[in-house]
């Protein structure tokens, strides 16, 4: 299952340099994951220091 990111996202970018996959581009306001592209292998929850992103449902 791919992951989204919260409304709490700070938009820091740490996420965007862990992801392998290019999955996740900046939004506005906040970052989004493409789901088409997120592997599940949550290297971006890891980073994440606002605990922001969760497994999408």
Same mark, same amino acid.
């Given at each position: 299952?791919a992951?989204?990111i919260?409304?709490?996202?700070?938009?820091? !970018? /740490?996420c &965007?340099?862990?992801c392998?996959?290019g999955?996740?581009?900046? !939004? /506005?306001p &906040?970052?989004?994951?493409?789901?088409?592209?997120?592997?599940d292998c949550?290297?971006c929850?890891?980073v994440?220091?606002?605990?922001s992103i969760?497994?999408?449902?």
């Amino acid at each position: 299952m791919a992951h989204k990111i919260l409304d709490t996202c700070t938009a820091c !970018g /740490d996420c &965007i340099d862990e992801c392998p996959t290019g999955a996740i581009e900046e !939004g /506005d306001p &906040i970052y989004k994951i493409d789901p088409d592209l997120c592997t599940d292998c949550a290297m971006c929850v890891e980073v994440c220091p606002t605990n922001s992103i969760v497994e999408a449902e």
